[in-house]
């Protein structure tokens, strides 16, 4: 299998909806603590504040759906 099946196979539907790349980098996040943590930090955060770092209500919803292990 080539490398970019693999990468293609690896980004889910909502990350092609994500407009921010510090989100889908979060989002994509499997076993670093630093970005899981950084992600429960933003998921935790009212949606007005998110809206206010620019995020988009699809960012908002990426970042709190469930961590896949």
Not at 57 to 64: E, H, K, Q, V
């Amino acid at each position: 299998m080539s490398l970019a099946v693999l990468k293609a196979e690896a980004i889910s539907i909502s990350d092609m909806s994500v407009s921010s790349a510090l989100v889908r980098r979060l989002v994509r996040a499997r076993n670093d603590p630093a970005k899981e943590r950084i992600r429960a930090w933003f998921s935790e955060m009212d949606d007005a504040r998110l809206l206010d770092f620019g995020l988009t209500a699809a960012d908002i919803a990426a970042l709190r759906e469930p961590v896949e292990r």
